[in-house]
C-alpha cells in the first residue's frame, strides 16, 4: 500500500484541507504544551490527565491561537502527540454537539477555557445529567469505557481543551437503528462526531434540552 493510500484509509471521512489541524500542531503551541506535562514515560493519570488540562486551560498562549469560530461545523486542533498522550483546543459555536461517544481504552480529561460547554450522561430508565462547565469550573475525568455527550452552552466560540491517553486511536459513536436498537460504531479518533439520533428517540437525552 503507498503512504498516500494509507493516508487516505486512515483518514477517511475527514476533507483533505482539514488534516493539518488533526495532525500537525504548531511547533511552539506543542513545545509550550509538553513542558506542562508530567516527567514520566507511561500513560497519564485521570488525575494528571485533569491536572494538564487545567493547566492548559490557564495558558491562553496556547489554546487561544488554535480556536476557530465556525457556525458550520465544530472544530478541533491538535495541540501536541505523543506515545503517551494527544491533547486538542475544541472550539464550539451554538448548536454543535457530539452525540454519545465513548472513547475506547483511552482516559479523558476535559476542561472549560472558555464560554460554557454542556456534558451530559445517559441516565437509566430515560433522560441525561447536565453538568454546565465553565472556566476556573469543574474539570471532568473519565477511564476506558466512560460515556458522554458534550456541546456548545454559550461563547462565540466556546472553548474547551481535551486530553486522552493513550492516545484516542478509536471512539465508539451510540446510535440508534431503524428498528429502535442502541448500537455502538467505532469510529477512528479523529473523525468529527455528530449523531444524535438517540436524541430523536429520547428528547431528554438532547445536546441542547
Known amino acids: 500500500m503507498t503512504t498516500s493510500a494509507r493516508a487516505d484509509e486512515k483518514f477517511r471521512g475527514l476533507r483533505p484541507q482539514e488534516w493539518d489541524e488533526v495532525t500537525a500542531p504548531p511547533q511552539d503551541i506543542a513545545e509550550g504544551t509538553r513542558a506542562l506535562l508530567p516527567d514520566h514515560d507511561g500513560d497519564l493519570t485521570l488525575d494528571e490527565l485533569g491536572a494538564l488540562v487545567s493547566a492548559i486551560a490557564a495558558r ?3 489554546w487561544e491561537p488554535m480556536t476557530v469560530a465556525d457556525p458550520d461545523r465544530r472544530r478541533y486542533r491538535l495541540m501536541y502527540e505523543d506515545h ?9 459555536m451554538e448548536g454543535q454537539g457530539t452525540g454519545f461517544h465513548d472513547h475506547d481504552v483511552s482516559g479523558v480529561g476535559l476542561v472549560a477555557a472558555r464560554g460554557m460547554i454542556v456534558e451530559r450522561q445517559m441516565l437509566l430508565p430515560q433522560g441525561a445529567s447536565r453538568i454546565e462547565m465553565r472556566p476556573g469550573g469543574e474539570v471532568r475525568m473519565g477511564g476506558a469505557g466512560y460515556i458522554h455527550s458534550v456541546a456548545w452552552g454559550e461563547g462565540e466560540p466556546a472553548v474547551s481543551i481535551h486530553a486522552y491517553s493513550p492516545p484516542l486511536l478509536h471512539v465508539g459513536q451510540y446510535k440508534v437503528n431503524e428498528a429502535g436498537i442502541l448500537e455502538r460504531h467505532i469510529e477512528h479518533g479523529r473523525q468529527e462526531l455528530m449523531d444524535f439520533s438517540i436524541a430523536d428517540v429520547d428528547p431528554t437525552r438532547a445536546d441542547f434540552s
Open 60 to 62: 491562553p498562549d496556547l
Open 84 to 92: 503517551r498522550i494527544d491533547i486538542w483546543t475544541l472550539s464550539w
